[in-house]
Every structure is written in structure tokens, then in C-alpha cells.
């Protein structure tokens, strides 16, 4: 019986309708595709096309093996009268890395009408191993093994299935379908609700950067960070007319704060959907951009994709088709100042009919960065099995709406010939950092137990390959700026947003105005002053110290930001990504490193004014604030008083910093 094949450069497995293909896929990679009564399909949801590569394939009468340098897979045809065709994956030393399990199938397929399937796919639990990445999931835990996750985007929570195991491997779950992850005790399986074929990629590396890196080669890395990145981003809730953004932009420079973007944030327009300044509070936007030019500050505007039904745009858009469509029901996706829907960015015409709005009323006025929130889309109700995109099914390919938003941008920006880009997004999924997507942790709480969260969040965003990721310093909801506790947390995620791929300080601070047009319509309101001399003498000199310190770094960040442009490594790293062969680095959660050089261990507990730091073994650390210098493989209890945290350098590097935090 003839169950193995060569095509190509694959190795395909045939038995009882299913046919299995496992190709190398980049460096040290393989890609494995399963279709049920069908031929494996060649479209590909974020993996870029692989360099050439011969693999070594061998064929028995029941066993087949594909050697793609590093890794090498095991396919196992049956055994007895059960049906296997089970997949083994080693490492180039012949270890055991990860495979599928056996009983009581390991690639599920059940059939939908329609043409689809509900695909479950089952691997054994590797002994010992410690999983990380997967995206940005709002839990104070490092170490993913045991967590169950949803694998869709809501507010807060971004879905990028890649993750790297402490066993020495690196796994894609190739797939934008909505589903769910279970990493057990006694299996991983990952769950498709509706799909058209199983979908992963699987690569061995000797050290988590090395797998990093191999990600990154088929994904994409990011652009080069644009020099105004590199420095302190201003917003709040909102900036709801143009003299209040110029006023603020004049104070930062009569005070001689170093400032590089200032964001205005959303219903700045007349409707959702319309794109464009509402005349009443902006009266000259061109003016406004330049004057912000002239004082070295860029301007960064939020854009919805929703489009309400009195929108200017809403009846053409609906015509021509370029609009998420509901399947079942009345053609309302999110309630919020109206009625509105999402415009359909999977749709290469919906694209190019939203940029060329962008283009004329933001693009044309100098404004090169944009803000694109609501971006997972948010709907009001996640019921995805009634959602149709130009892509399909939203329960197929939900997953991609906020990489295809971050490219309408990216595309239309460089084709104006721009290439200093950098957008803010609130998701993304595998792939996005191609487009410049500077993803942000969404509308968190302004506590120290969210503010805990942001440090796992960035961590596991990084690995999963979304290097440039931001929170908002001090969180978003329920901050009240005259109140000393809140203050105090600003301080301290303002400290640790110093060390962040963008400092950005936001929130909808209270209390709150109401704004009302001159029509008498109730318009969104805006939040409590935010600026670094909103929260009294005494704390603003800290915020300006943190401020001019970002600024002391900006060829060290500059460093990183080449680094993830080349090699897709993350800007910042868990410790074990800097120091694999130190164990306790693993599970350090409340601590990383700022590139290779920077550790960075924030106060991120109330009134705390000291805490213990880990140091990893195989380097010494000079302290930034004292010069004193310690080894490392042990902790130690460092003092931080509320004007400072405890900062190291690795073997000494970045001496500039010695005496300045």
C-alpha cells in the first residue's frame, strides 16, 4: 500500500480521504497542511513565500521522514487497523520536540454544510516544557502552560497564534479562523471553527532569539522606526478642537519639553465613517498641521472604520459592497453615537475607496501618522457566525481584520511615497508588523493590577512578533487626576513607559465635559487635562525627568528598532530571551530587558518605594541610579522611591545612564 508521496519539495500522506503535505518552509521550518477530500490549498493567510530549499525526504512502507536543516518530521502511516498517519517532530540532535496524539485522533475534521469544517487538531503535552507568546492576553502570567485562550480579537485582547516553547521549538497555528487553545496538562489542542484546511508551521532553534529569527523570516519583520517614534507621544481623551491642540503643543515648547507627536483622538468628525475634520471645532486643519511642523511635532489623527448610517459615504459604500454584512437580521454592528458598520477591509476596493478620503482630508493636509482604533472590529455583539467578509466567512477569517486595516494605511502611505511610518493600532494579527503596526494594549483600567498585566502583555506581543507595542501610561478608564494615588501610579507606569518601543501617555482622566455643537447635538466629551504639569509641581519634574531620560536613549532605541527591522527581535525581552541558560529567567513576570543591554524591574505595587530584583548569572550589573555594582544569579532588594525604579546595565553598557534615573 502506497501511502507516501514526493511532490516537489513535499512530502504528502494519503489514507481515508485526507491528504497531509509537510513542506520546508523557511530555515529550520516546516509547514504542514491536512485537507479533507480535497487538494491542499496553496493560499496563505500571513506566511510570506519560503526561500528554495532541498530537504531530505525518506519513504518506507509505513514511515516517511522530511529533514529541513534543524527539525526533522516523523510521519507514522498506521498500526494495527487504525488509521494514524501520526507526526513527529525532532530537532537536528534527535530529540523530541513536539507530536501529535495519538488517540482519539490528532487532526479532527468535522464536516460543516457549506464546505467547511470544525477542526480540532491534538499534540501530547511536552514534560516540563514552558510556553510563550500567543498575543496579548489581559493575566499577570509569563508561563502560557495550562492556560486556555480564545483565539479572537476583542478590546484588550489581541489573538497572534505563535509561541515559543522552552523545549526548543517555535509553533504557528497558520490559521485566522475564530477558535480557541488549550495548553493542558494532558494535551495542547487547537480548535477552528470553521475552516477549509489545517494550517501550522513548526521550526527548531537552539535559543529562543534563533526561533525568533526564524519566525520573522517567513512572517516579515517591521519597517525602521521613524525618528519621531523614538521619543514622547502626547494624547488624552479628547483634544476636541484645534485651538486646545495647539495650546498644548505651544506649552510643551514654552516649557522646553521635548515632545515628537501629539495624537487627536476620535469624533474629531462629523459622523463615523465621514473621515475628515469637523469644520465647527477645526477650522483649518492645514494651518493647525503646519504650525505643529514648524515646532518639530507630528500629528497623529484616529480613524474609525465604523461608517454610520448618516454618514456622508454610508449609502455609497453600502451600494458597492464595501461594507461587513450581516447575514441574519438588521444591518447594525456597533451602537455608539448612532448606528454604524464596519467598512470591509479585507476588500481591496474598500481600501482604496477609504485611503483616497484619508488621503484628501488628512494625508494632504502633512499628517502622516495615524491612530486606527476599534480595529479587531469591535462589534457591539461577537456573534461571528453572522458577519460575511469579501474574504469569506467571519467565522473563517475574522482574525485578519486588523492586519488588513493596518495595511490600507501602510499601502496608501507608501504609495504617496512616505516612508517614515509608524501607525498606532488597538490589534493586530501574524503579519501585521509588516505594515507598520504599532498595536496598543486597548482601554485598560487605571490600577497597578492592569498596570502588572501590561508587563506580561508586552513580553508575549514581542515574542509573538509584534515588536513595536505600546499601554497607556496610567491606563485609560477611571482616573482621576487630582487624586495622590493615581498620581502615584502615573509616576510608575510612567517610568516604565521610559522604557517602552513608544512612550505614549493617554487615558480618559476625569472628570469629564460635555461638548455640545452649535446645533445643540450632545457630541462625545472630553476627559481632564493630561499633560505632564496637570499632576503638581513635585510629580511633573519627575514626569520631565523620565521624559528627558527617553530622550538620553534615543540612539540606544534607535539600536533596537534597527535590530527588529533586520532580525525581527523583539525591543523588549523577557529575561530568558537575553539569558536561555539561566532557569530562574523563565519565570521572572515582573521584570525584563530593554534590548540586550537595559534590565528593567518597575514598581508596579502600591505605595511600594523598594522590591526584589532578579540579576540572570552569566553577567555583572551596574545599577543606573547608584553606579554600584552587582553580580548576577542572585536577587536582591533594591530601594526605589517614587522618583526613580530600579534600572541595570548589563556588564556596564549604556554608562551614559549612571547617575541620571
Same mark, same amino acid.
Given at each position: ?441 486597548? @482601554? !485598560?483600567?487605571?490600577? =497597578? ?7 506580561? %502583555?508586552? +513580553?508575549?506581543?514581542?515574542? *509573538? ?121 523563565? @519565570? !521572572?513576570?515582573?521584570? =525584563? ?7 528593567? %524591574?518597575? +514598581?508596579?505595587?502600591?505605595? *511600594? ?53
Amino acid at each position: 500500500m502506497n501511502y507516501f508521496e514526493i511532490q516537489n519539495d513535499s512530502l504528502i500522506f494519503r489514507a481515508d480521504g485526507e491528504t497531509l503535505m509537510i513542506s520546508p518552509w523557511g530555515p529550520d521550518s516546516l509547514r504542514v497542511r491536512a485537507r479533507m477530500m480535497d487538494d491542499i490549498g496553496d493560499d496563505s493567510a500571513a506566511l510570506l513565500p519560503p526561500p528554495p530549499s532541498v530537504p531530505e525526504i525518506v519513504i518506507h512502507d509505513r514511515e516517511a521522514s522530511i529533514t529541513n536543516g534543524k527539525i526533522r518530521a516523523v510521519i507514522q502511516a498506521s498500526q494495527g487497523f487504525v488509521r494514524y498517519g501520526l507526526l513527529s517532530f525532532y530537532n537536528q540532535d534527535g530529540k523530541l520536540l513536539l507530536q501529535e496524539r495519538a488517540y482519539p485522533c490528532a487532526r479532527q475534521f468535522k464536516a460543516i454544510p457549506g464546505g467547511s469544517y470544525k477542526l480540532k487538531a491534538s499534540f501530547a503535552p511536552v514534560p516540563g516544557e514552558k510556553l510563550y507568546g500567543m498575543g496579548q492576553y489581559q493575566q499577570e502570567i509569563m508561563d502560557l502552560k495550562g492556560c486556555s485562550l480564545d483565539l479572537w480579537h476583542h478590546n484588550t485582547q489581541t489573538s497572534v497564534p505563535f509561541y515559543i516553547s522552552s523545549a526548543g521549538y517555535g509553533f504557528l497555528w497558520h490559521n485566522p479562523a475564530i477558535g480557541e487553545v488549550h495548553f493542558s496538562s494532558n494535551v495542547t489542542q487547537w480548535v477552528a471553527e470553521s475552516t477549509r484546511q489545517l494550517d501550522y508551521w513548526i521550526t527548531a532553534g537552539d535559543t529562543p532569539a534563533q526561533i525568533e529569527e526564524r519566525y520573522a523570516s517567513v512572517t516579515g519583520t517591521a519597517p525602521m522606526m521613524p525618528e519621531y517614534g523614538l521619543g514622547f507621544w502626547q494624547c488624552k481623551l479628547r483634544y476636541y478642537d484645534q485651538e486646545q491642540v495647539l495650546s498644548i503643543a505651544r506649552e510643551y515648547k514654552k516649557r522646553n519639553i521635548p515632545i515628537d507627536v501629539i495624537i487627536i483622538d476620535y469624533y474629531h468628525w462629523p459622523r463615523c465613517g465621514d473621515w475628515r475634520f469637523d469644520n465647527e471645532y477645526f477650522p483649518d486643519p492645514a494651518g493647525m498641521v503646519k504650525e505643529l511642523k514648524e515646532m518639530g511635532i507630528e500629528t497623529m489623527v484616529s480613524v474609525w472604520p465604523q461608517v454610520d448610517w448618516r454618514s456622508e459615504n454610508y449609502e455609497e459604500m453600502k451600494q458597492q459592497g464595501l461594507l461587513v454584512k450581516n447575514n441574519l437580521g438588521l444591518n447594525i454592528q456597533m451602537l455608539f453615537h448612532g448606528n454604524n458598520v464596519f467598512t470591509d477591509v479585507t476588500n481591496p476596493r474598500a481600501r482604496d475607496y477609504v485611503w483616497d478620503k484619508i488621503k484628501k482630508n488628512y494625508a494632504s493636509y502633512g499628517i502622516k501618522a495615524f491612530w486606527l482604533d476599534e480595529a479587531e472590529p469591535e462589534f457591539s455583539v461577537y456573534d461571528f457566525e453572522n458577519y460575511s467578509y469579501h474574504a469569506g466567512q467571519a467565522l473563517e477569517v475574522s482574525n485578519i481584520y486588523p492586519r488588513e486595516f493596518s495595511r490600507m494605511f501602510y499601502e496608501g502611505q507608501m504609495a504617496m511615497g512616505q516612508t517614515d511610518i509608524v501607525n498606532l493600532v488597538r490589534c493586530a494579527w501574524v503579519g501585521s508588523q509588516r505594515y507598520a503596526a504599532l498595536t496598543w494594549s486597548g @482601554d !485598560i483600567m487605571s490600577t =497597578y493590577e492592569d498596570f502588572r498585566k501590561q508587563i506580561c %502583555a508586552g +513580553i508575549h506581543m514581542g515574542i *509573538a512578533g509584534i515588536p513595536w507595542w505600546n499601554s497607556d501610561i496610567g491606563g485609560f478608564h477611571d482616573g482621576w487626576v487630582e487624586e495622590p494615588d493615581f498620581q502615584e501610579l502615573l509616576i510608575r507606569w510612567f517610568q516604565y513607559g521610559t522604557f517602552c518601543p513608544v512612550m505614549r501617555i493617554h487615558g480618559s482622566r476625569q472628570p469629564h465635559d460635555q461638548v455640545i455643537n452649535k446645533a445643540g447635538e450632545v457630541r462625545e466629551w472630553t476627559g481632564a487635562p493630561n499633560e505632564v504639569w496637570t499632576f503638581g509641581e513635585e510629580n511633573s519634574a519627575i514626569l520631565v525627568k523620565f521624559i528627558r531620560i527617553r530622550e538620553m536613549m534615543r540612539d540606544y532605541t534607535r539600536s533596537l528598532m534597527q535590530e527588529t527591522h533586520e532580525k525581527g527581535s523583539p525591543v523588549i525581552r523577557a529575561l530568558f530571551y537575553e539569558f536561555p541558560e539561566d532557569k530562574i529567567c523563565w @519565570d !521572572i513576570t515582573d521584570a =525584563y530587558m530593554y534590548g540586550p543591554d537595559i534590565l528593567v %524591574a518597575p +514598581i508596579c505595587h502600591e505605595k *511600594a518605594v523598594s522590591r526584589q530584583v532578579y540579576l540572570p548569572a552569566g553577567a555583572s550589573w551596574t545599577h543606573a541610579g547608584t553606579g554600584k555594582v552587582y553580580e548576577g544569579g542572585a536577587s536582591y532588594e533594591i530601594e526605589a522611591p517614587i522618583d526613580t525604579l530600579p534600572i541595570f546595565l548589563r556588564d556596564g553598557r549604556q554608562d551614559y545612564l549612571i547617575g541620571q534615573i
